[in-house]
């Protein structure tokens, strides 16, 4: 890609951009919602005071790899359904559907169970402060259960994302997001007559927000006629497109399930710590910063994803397919580029006089949060680019396994390892074990370049008739 005439490749037919953003503008701000009423959530619980917020950070991480599998089923469903809609192909798209709805409920079904059953020895896995287990156990307990709902509901918004409606699940996310913000200010402080319920009354918060969305969901898709629900193919989708799935989305599934359990581990370096409080809790925030930063790299990468696959379900020529890829990886480079730019000049104006105080951080705690997003910048362009790159265009391209092994070996060979060195053994300076935390990101672009380059990333994953 990075050749003298790596530009070039910007120069696209009339009425491409309008189309990318078209398709990436809904999932950006479907991602700006959630994400602003899930700093609200950060900050309502922050009023709480600095342990409180510690302990939900802590609850949260199994959560996390909860979510994360659920992010790898979405990501496995749109490597299928984009090319199917390229082919027109509604009773393939429902068999998807399918599989993903039943490997999503049994596995946020076991999750649910473990964590109600066992939520002070997960919290235990998490961090040795006794007191964030106390506060977190009855969270998580109550917060597993949500994602038993939100399994489904994620399976169908991200079939509508992949058939062109980006439109829909940021709709349904914004209402439930609404709903949750709402009820965490009633539950968690007491008002409108509410019971003051603290972290546990987030978690019914929570809770009650995905059934709601679920239901939306429900009645949305058997009004819905665009991709008509087809109940023979998405309840007994058969073999063929079990094994299909298997192949094509199972290593997305086990990418996200292994990446998410690797960013587990580092939480738990982190809550394992001498300045265990003051690391998660400036970790809480940067998470709240870095989901804002990459709403749009995210948004980008959705929107490569669906124009991708579709070009090679309708068969492209492979140069054009992997031209067109170049041109919106390029695109996804700048984009972090520019966002990197921004938070270079609201860290000093607007995160350090202003975002930082209203968190009651400890000094410690602070300094850690600052360190950490002055590292975050710095990577930031890589990390717009790897995310377009692993999730957009090789996953769409049915390179599941090789997008895996560029997402995980960073990750599991470098930045936990070095996590672990700098912050448990060394007892280094914060600076370098925040390095530790972004420094998968050093690795996985040139590899990514490498492979983007060879275009063996390039398959037609769809089950044509008769086999």
Known sequence: MFEVTMFSVLRQKPGFYSRLWRLALPIILQNLITTSLGFVDTFMVGLLGNEELSAVTAANTPIFLVQVIIFGLMSGLTVLVCQYWGKGDAASINRVMGVAMYVGIAISGVAALLLFLFPEGVMALVTNNAQLIELGAPYVRIVGVSYVFNAVSSVYVSMQRSTENPGFGMLVFATSMLLNTFLNYCLIFGNFGAPRLGITGAAAATLASRVVEFIIVLVYAICNKRVPLIPKALFCPGRAMLKSAAVYAGPVILNETLWGLGTTVMTAIMGHMVISADMLAAYAIMGNIDKFSTVACFGVAGATAVIVGKRIGERADKEEVYNLSCCLLLVSFLL???????????????????????????????????????????????????????????????????????????????????????????????????????????CKMPLGIIRLRSRKWINDVTIREGE
């Open 336 to 442: 972090g580029a520019v966002i990197a730019l921004a938070l270079l000049i609201v860290l000093p104006t607007v995160f350090i006089p202003y975002l930082y105080p209203l968190f009651s951080l400890t000094e410690k705690a602070t300094e850690v949060a600052v360190t950490m997003c002055v590292v975050y910048i710095v990577m930031m362009p890589l990390k717009s680019y790897d995310i377009s790159n692993i999730t957009g265009v090789l996953r769409a391209g049915g390179d599941a396994r090789m997008a895996a092994i560029l997402d995980l070996c960073p990750l599991w060979l470098v930045s936990v390892p070095l996590t672990a060195l700098t912050g448990l053994v060394l007892d280094a300076p914060i600076w370098l074990v925040c390095f530790g935390i972004y420094s998968e990101n050093t």
